[in-house]
T-cell receptor, first 113, second 115 residues
Framework: GAGVSQSPSNKVTEKGKDVELRCDPI?????LYWYRQRLGQGLEFLIY????????KSGLPSDRFSAERTGESVSTLTIQRTQQEDSAVYLC???????????FGNGTRLTVT | AQTVTQSQPEMSVQEAETVTLSCTYD???????LFWYKQPPSRQMILVIR??????QNATENRFSVNFQKAAKSFSLKISDSQLGDTAMYFC????????????FGTGTRLKVLA
């Protein structure tokens, strides 16, 4: 079946603009994660959704970052008033349950000029 | 807070040889999971192997095996008979199945398999 799909695959934006990144998880996967990966760095946790529970937003770096997920479907990560330091690959992952393997998308490469 | 450390930023190995990637972690938990993920140039992260902390036996998946030393908080990955397709970034990750099932990743080891 289809894997985790992220769009767009690449996004170039001007500093100060808002961007919205989309993640389509695997159907039936209740858990969804967003991670940020700066060039040459590891994965930095941003936010975690599990079913209808309140999301864990503890990794969001500032109030310019927000994310939503409707039920167990699509999630969007929104970055307002983008800054150059927001440039990174944003990875989405989903899993069937809480201790089942993560399935990653190919990420969105965001470049803020 | 849990931390994951990968002390080898880059490594190389000759094709068909064996290589070991290191990972250490810090936690006060007794029940947790450890993972190795591979990220090839295509950018997609792929699960290589997983280990439950309560299992004493080291996990094995074909050419990939781990050396899990719980007391030492060490979780190394051994790749046997290295292949060119193994060239990738390898990330070690920790997850505790309590509260938020957040995965903590290390900074990665870039592995290059040489022909």
């Amino acid at each position: 079946g289809a894997g985790v799909s992220q769009s767009p695959s690449n996004k170039v934006t001007e500093k100060g603009k808002d961007v919205e990144l989309r993640c389509d998880p695997i159907s039936g996967h209740t858990a969804l994660y967003w991670y940020r990966q700066r060039l040459g760095q590891g994965l930095e946790f941003l936010i975690y959704f599990q079913g209808n529970s309140a999301p864990d937003k503890s990794g969001l770096p500032s109030d310019r970052f927000s994310a939503e997920r409707t039920g167990e479907s699509v999630s969007t990560l929104t970055i307002q008033r983008t800054q150059q330091e927001d440039s990174a690959v944003y990875l989405c992952a989903s899993s069937l349950g809480q201790v089942t393997p993560l399935h990653f998308g190919n990420g969105t490469r965001l470049t803020v000029t | 807070a849990q931390t994951v450390t990968q002390s080898q930023p880059e490594m190389s190995v000759q094709e068909a040889e064996t290589v070991t990637l290191s990972c250490t972690y810090d936690t006060s938990e007794s029940n947790y999971y450890l993972f190795w993920y591979k990220q090839p140039p295509s950018r997609q992260m792929i699960l290589v192997i997983r280990q439950e902390a309560y299992k004493q036996q080291n996990a094995t998946e074909n050419r990939f095996s781990v050396n899990f030393q719980k007391a030492a908080k060490s979780f190394s990955l051994k790749i046997s008979d290295s292949q060119l397709g193994d060239t990738a970034m390898y990330f070690c990750a920790f997850m505790r199945p309590v509260g938020t099932y957040k995965y903590i990743f290390g900074t990665g080891t870039r592995l290059k398999v040489l022909a």
